[in-house]
């Protein structure tokens, strides 16, 4: 509505020339002289002829580099204005300007051919009207040099919808994650690229076609563009890991304040695959069969002569007396007299000399334990004497380990 009144008042400004000469006129203003990237700029066109157009007007289309140049809804619009008790009929147009970068545009200059009726009522009449906007200054806002990219708009959202599980994955399982930008009073050309396909090692990513759109209110003549895109990630093995938030920040046109729009990031975990992942169920069977198999071997070959081992290592050790000396050992690491008393007795069986070297050791502990020795006698040093002389007669482990050798002449 505010740009028919606007175009209404254009009319009335050009009234006395258009009466004078009584030819066609033709006015043109843009909203905004001065702007910064991103921000909607009107041009405004109003056409009026002193009867009426037998044909619609032929108006010029505008392309130059980092201008976006639209028609927004009913763009175009018949009015009537009285002049000097004349009524003068017409076409107003508003082309929908949005500068994509800082710098100074001009449009380029375009002709309006027009045919209207003869007030003679003679043949149409014909005319063709120049149209050369002035020009529009986009300069980057003060503060908000350091966006990359720049974004302009009155609202900017970003939300975000995940389809699957993605912490609760196995290896082949798949989730997707949908992003859309909302971008109010600006077009969705600023919207850069949200998705890309990093992601954490063993998941892959497989983008869908993204969708952009700007949509143009007809009440309002407001811009609204949206922008999806849509990943779907295959776990290809275990992964754990975190897909990035998605931050976008952008320059405030109603309040002149860099704002930032985001939605959260995404934990990934799958699990890998299992040891029998991709096998049939008789490749299973036959895995099973061979490990039952191998077990049976096992139990019937090996185990018997694991048995044979340990009980040969006994019989060496006990004939060598080893085992004998590794009783007598710990008896006296735990001093614990009665069972040393009990492993020194079966070690002097099997080594008589050796064990007379055990005798100080044990007569001192024995009057200890009953009693019957002096006080400046230790327990502590009969049990370190005892220690050291049991250690003294600790037999070779080397020939411990080779078997006894069958004598020469049975």
């Not at 009466?19 to 905004?32: M, V, W």
């Not at 900017?156 to 971008?183: C, K, M, W, Y």
């Not at 799958?270 to 191998?294: D, N, Q, V, Y």
């Not at 200890?368 to 400046?376: E, F, L, V």
Request: contains cysteine; aromatic residues 8%.
């Amino acid at each position: 509505m505010k740009r028919w009144l606007l175009c209404f008042i254009l009319g009335l400004l050009c009234g006395a020339q258009a009466a004078a000469a009584d030819k066609p006129i033709i006015k043109y203003k843009l909203s905004e002289e001065k702007a910064v990237p991103g921000q909607s700029i009107s041009l405004f066109v109003t056409i009026l002829v002193p009867t009426w157009m037998t044909q619609p007007p032929d108006f010029p289309e505008f392309d130059q580099p980092n201008l976006s140049v639209t028609l927004p809804g009913r763009s175009s619009q018949a009015i009537s204005q009285v002049i000097d008790g004349n009524t003068w009929s017409g076409v107003a147009r508003e082309y929908l300007i949005i500068p994509l970068a800082p710098g100074t545009y001009r449009l380029p200059a375009g002709q309006v051919k027009l045919a209207y009726k003869n007030p003679d009522d003679g043949d149409d009449l014909q005319a063709t009207l120049k149209l050369a906007p002035p020009p529009i200054e986009v300069t980057t806002p003060e503060g908000a040099a350091g966006l990359n990219p720049f974004i302009a708009a009155r609202e900017l959202t970003l939300s975000q919808e995940i389809e699957g599980e993605p912490e609760a994955l196995h290896a082949g399982d798949a989730f997707s994650r949908n992003v859309t930008a909302t971008i109010e009073g600006s077009t969705v050309m600023f919207i850069p690229q949200l998705l890309d396909s990093r992601a954490p090692e063993g998941l892959a990513a497989y983008p869908d076609t993204h969708k952009a759109e700007d949509k143009t209110d007809p009440r309002t003549d407001e811009t609204t563009g949206t922008r999806n895109e849509r990943m779907t990630y295959v776990a290809e093995s275990g992964v754990r890991g975190t897909l990035p938030a998605i931050t976008l920040r952008w320059y405030d046109l109603d309040d002149g304040q860099i704002k930032t729009s985001s939605v959260d990031a995404i934990k990934v975990h799958a699990r890998g695959p299992g040891a029998f992942s991709g096998t049939s169920l008789w490749e299973k069977l036959l895995i099973l069969a061979g490990a039952a198999l191998l077990f049976w071997l096992l139990w019937q070959w090996a185990v018997p002569r694991i048995h044979q081992f340990q009980s040969e290592r006994t019989k060496r050790a006990e004939a060598s007396g080893l085992a004998a000396w590794q009783r007598l050992y710990s008896a006296c690491n735990a001093q614990d007299y009665s069972a040393v008393l009990q492993a020194a007795g079966e070690y002097r069986r099997r080594a008589p000399s050796a064990a007379q070297s055990l005798q100080p050791a044990l007569f001192t502990l024995g009057a200890i334990q009953y009693g019957d020795t002096p006080a400046s006698v230790s327990s502590a040093a009969a049990w370190q004497q005892l220690t050291q002389a049991i250690e003294a007669l600790r037999p070779d482990a080397a020939h411990i380990r080779q078997a006894p050798l069958p004598p020469l002449n049975p």
